[in-house]
């Protein structure tokens, strides 16, 4: 009989043996995709996060691969807050979008400054394709008990001078819509970059 010392040394060399063999295959995480949004004023570089908004990401990619935002522009700018767009084209038509998506803010990310984030109406599971990225930590945005957030599924490594110029744009308000920049802000393409 092994004693009772002798068993939890054991039992912990067990743990430390299984701790350090290599995760499944199917327990890995999740790469993080990385897309390019090519504006008339520069490039944005952004990192997803499908391990914390999964079904967010899969409809960002989805409108991304479709071709969606190619084409649109920065309709919503605030300077000191956001800049949102993928809804619009240049003279204000709104393209169609698909079906809403489910608000997944209870994620645990926190809508900081460089964060993308989904845009929606007062309806917490209206997002469909257009998108935000913070110019500030806007914290008011996150989920909190009783109240649904603005889902973060994201955030730019690089070009945030890019969005910081752009919020810095002067706008004015056509047909309805406010902080409609007075000169169009492209989005010529939203690209995948190729997983390392």
């Not at 989805?62 to 920065?74: C, L, R």
């Not at 605030?78 to 084209?89: A, E, R, V």
């Given at each position: 009989m092994l004693s009772p010392m002798l068993r939890i040394l054991s039992g912990l060399a067990l743990l430390l043996f299984i701790a350090s063999l290599p995760a499944r295959a199917d327990e890995s995480p999740q790469p993080e995709p990385q897309v390019v949004i090519k504006t008339s004023e520069g490039d944005i570089t952004l990192r997803l996060f499908p391990d914390k908004s999964p079904v967010t990401v899969a409809?960002?990619?989805?409108?991304?691969?479709?071709?969606?935002?190619?084409?649109?522009?920065?309709?919503?700018?605030?300077?000191?807050?956001?800049?949102?767009?993928?809804?619009?084209?240049?003279d204000l038509t709104e393209k169609p979008a698909g079906d809403p998506i489910i608000n997944e803010s209870r994620n645990r990310l926190h809508n900081i400054r460089g964060a993308v984030t989904m845009a929606r109406t007062s309806d917490p599971d209206s997002a469909a394709a257009q998108f935000f990225i913070n110019q500030r930590t806007n914290l008011q945005l996150d989920w909190s008990p009783g109240k649904e957030g603005y889902t973060v599924f994201g955030e730019v490594i690089d070009g945030m001078s890019v969005v910081d110029y752009i919020s810095s744009a002067p706008v004015h308000t056509v047909a309805g819509h406010e902080d409609v920049p007075t000169e169009p802000i492209l989005i010529l393409s939203v690209e995948r970059e190729p997983l390392p």
């Open positions: 409809n960002f990619l989805a409108y991304v691969d479709a071709g969606h935002y190619n084409g649109t522009i920065f309709h919503r700018v605030i300077s000191g807050f956001m800049i949102q767009g993928g809804g619009f084209l240049p």
